[in-house]
């Protein structure tokens, strides 16, 4: 498990979904990954397939119909995953904010971890958040390989005791 | 027993920039039927061009209909805004509208060309077109202040001028990219194994686009004469060096090529707008509010864009009636799957350049 | 711009006799509402190759009306038509709804309030 971290930071795939932007955004991202602004040299590749992916990047206000989409897509991606919204509708709703066929923002749905804004976001706005989603990436996987242990005492919840609580996280300054 | 297998495609695919799905009917490998659903990107803007928005945002708000040709949607709302104003845009402010969309039908192009590139297994020359592009986005950064969503016309004029070292930059991106668009026509016509991915593969017949009312750069490559930029009489086309190209084969390296060859027409154009451009004002007041109805054509780099807008003398309007290209061209588009190879369907999808943000409004 | 009126019953007829696949070029199919229920649709044609030619049948309606389907006259004309039905609510003979609409949208959007 150790022997594959160093490799995860250093090569983030990327899974694109368009939820109802205007497309702005996403030939941003295609051109922030052509030869110009060069995403790929951080490793990072834009695949199809959500198994094989650490970074969701959303597009888009969040049409009714993607909806279940997107959940069904960011549910599909393993743990530890980022997702950033780029551009201002994916944010905030942006100007489609109000139209009777959006939700506003992706955040209704899924946790966000990067916000970009911009109409239409700038490549250069779209690789800091994509670098800044790679120190994000690095915390959670190391949050994820803590181990567990029997810290707390046995509660009671609801007339009955339960263990639920007892196993916690060791931080860091313990371990040592 | 049932013969065919059914294959989706969509609506999260590595072929698609934007949600569409496919429901192929399969018999093997030959697709010979074809279902799709477009409606993933549906926000409702023609609802809130009415009711949210004054008639001085909304063209602000149909530019973000779509991305790709989001000045196309503006400059035709504008237009019909115009004429119920009665007013007449001077000839700088025409040439410089004309400049911009010229500009936007380049990158939009080759874009679309880049992808269907991609699509046919040829990333390498994905990344070549995609670097040429930047030429483009450059000039477009340079002249509007932003790469994409420029919102360079608004109702009386245009936002910004064209400064003399502008004009300079203009030529010398445009000569830069004019020698690489003529190496792609060779590589495109000559290259062994793109020519196995798209001669002959994806044809549209003429007749199948009269049928089926194809446009625009699709219908041209089937030998269909119509360009909205010669049937309509809003900009100085034919005076500034237009030309239409038509290929007449129908398939996929047709429809490639009348891309190739339009950019090299709207470089020229560009070329003479910068040269031949009139002094005048670049913006104007308009009076009152629009009354009446109006109707607006204009060629959008995927084909006819057509506007209908009605007031009643009001801030709101009472009606914006967005048609956009590629919703007249999914019809042609299902018939030309039928037939094919399912292995073709990405590249074929790419080459008809859909823009479903545009579809679904 | 040249409007000439039809009324639904005699559509088929007159669009029948008018549209030719190599002279016109069908945009699309419109409607407007004009509020207290009634409802403005249009049938837009384009003329190949000549300036500025565009024609409009129109036919006032309400919205209980089944609209006639020009689908085979011209059989590109089925997306306009599942769009109107979408968006006003309309009754169109083969077109269904669900082109942009899901089942918690609006029923008919661009419907007046009345």
Redesign the interface.
């Known amino acids: 498990m150790k022997f594959f971290i160093p490799f995860r930071k250093k090569s983030p795939w990327i899974l694109h979904y368009n939820a109802g932007s205007c497309n702005g955004c996403d030939i941003e991202i295609l051109a922030a990954l052509g030869p110009k602004f060069d995403l790929e040299r951080f490793g990072v590749i834009n695949t199809g397939n959500p198994k094989q992916s650490d970074i969701f990047l959303v597009t888009g206000p969040v049409t009714y119909r993607s909806r279940e989409r997107l959940v069904e897509l960011y549910s599909q991606i393993p743990e530890p995953k980022v997702v950033i919204a780029v551009g201002s509708c994916t944010t905030t709703g942006g100007v489609f904010r109000g139209m009777y066929n959006v939700e506003d923002g992706i955040d209704r749905y899924i946790p966000v971890d990067v916000y970009v804004p911009g109409c239409a976001s700038t490549p250069q706005l779209i690789i800091d958040a994509i670098v800044k989603a790679l120190d994000i990436l690095e915390a959670k996987s190391k949050e994820i390989e803590k181990p567990f242990k029997l810290f707390g005492a046995i509660e009671t919840i609801g007339n009955k005791l339960s263990r639920l609580n007892m196993a916690k996280k060791v931080e860091l300054h313990e371990k040592n | 027993m049932k013969k065919t297998i059914q294959i989706p495609l969509g609506s999260q695919h590595i072929s698609l920039l934007e949600p569409i799905r496919f429901k192929f009917e399969c018999e093997n490998e030959k697709i010979i039927g074809v279902d799709a659903d477009v409606g993933f990107v549906h926000r409702g803007v023609e609802l809130a061009c009415t009711r949210s928005f004054e008639f001085k945002q909304v063209g602000y708000v149909v530019a973000r209909v779509c991305g790709l040709c989001a000045i196309t949607h503006s400059l035709s709302y504008t237009l019909a805004v115009e004429k119920l104003l009665g007013y007449v845009a001077n000839d700088r402010i025409k040439y410089l509208r004309m400049l911009m969309v010229e500009l936007d039908r380049i990158h939009s192009h080759m874009l679309c060309l880049a992808h269907t590139a991609e699509n046919a297994g040829f990333e390498a020359l994905f990344m070549q077109i995609m670097a040429d592009r930047e030429l483009v986005m450059d000039l477009q950064e340079a002249i509007s202040g932003n790469r994409v969503q420029f919102d360079f016309i608004a109702i009386g004029g245009v936002n910004r001028d064209l400064t003399p070292e502008l004009s300079a930059l203009i030529h010398k991106n445009l000569e830069l990219l004019s020698d690489k668009i003529d190496t792609l026509l060779g590589l495109f016509d000559n290259n062994w194994s793109l020519s196995l991915k798209y001669k002959g593969v994806g044809v549209l017949t003429l007749d199948q686009a009269y049928t089926y009312n194809a446009l625009g750069p699709l219908a041209r490559a089937a030998g269909l004469a119509t360009d909205v930029r010669v049937e309509t009489s809003d900009f100085p086309y034919e005076a500034l060096g237009y030309t239409m190209v038509l290929e007449s084969t129908g398939d996929i390296h047709a429809r490639n090529f009348v891309r190739l060859r339009e950019i090299l027409n709207s470089i020229a154009m560009c070329r003479n707008i910068v040269d031949n451009l009139p002094s005048g004002e670049i913006q104007e007041k308009t009076k009152g509010k629009p009354s009446g109805e109006a109707v607006v054509r204009v060629e959008a780099p995927r084909g006819e864009l057509f506007y209908l807008v009605r007031g009643n003398g009001q801030n709101m309007l009472e009606r914006v009636r967005i048609k956009t290209p590629t919703f007249s061209a999914i019809p042609a588009m299902m018939e030309v799957f039928k037939g094919s190879e399912y292995a073709d369907a990405p590249a074929i999808l790419a080459s008809f350049d859909p823009c479903m943000s545009c579809t679904a409004k | 711009?040249r409007k000439i009126e039809t009324t639904l019953p005699t559509l088929l007829a007159d669009i029948g006799t008018f549209y030719e696949?190599?002279k016109w070029?069908?945009?699309?199919v419109?409607g407007?509402?004009l509020g207290e229920g009634k409802i403005e649709l249009?049938w837009?044609f384009?003329?190949?190759?000549?300036?500025?030619?565009?024609v409009?049948y129109y036919a006032l309606s309400d919205y209980t009306t089944p609209v006639p389907s020009v689908v085979s006259l011209?059989?590109?004309a089925?997306?306009g038509e599942r769009?109107i039905v979408d968006?006003f609510g309309l009754t169109v003979e083969g077109a269904l709804r669900?082109?942009?609409?899901?089942e918690?949208?609006?029923p008919h959007?661009?419907r007046g309030e009345s």
């Open positions: 711009m696949a190599r070029h069908f945009l699309s419109n407007i509402d249009q837009i384009s003329r190949y190759g000549i300036k500025d030619e565009i409009i011209i059989p590109s089925f997306m769009e968006m669900g082109l942009y609409l899901d918690d949208s609006l959007p661009l």
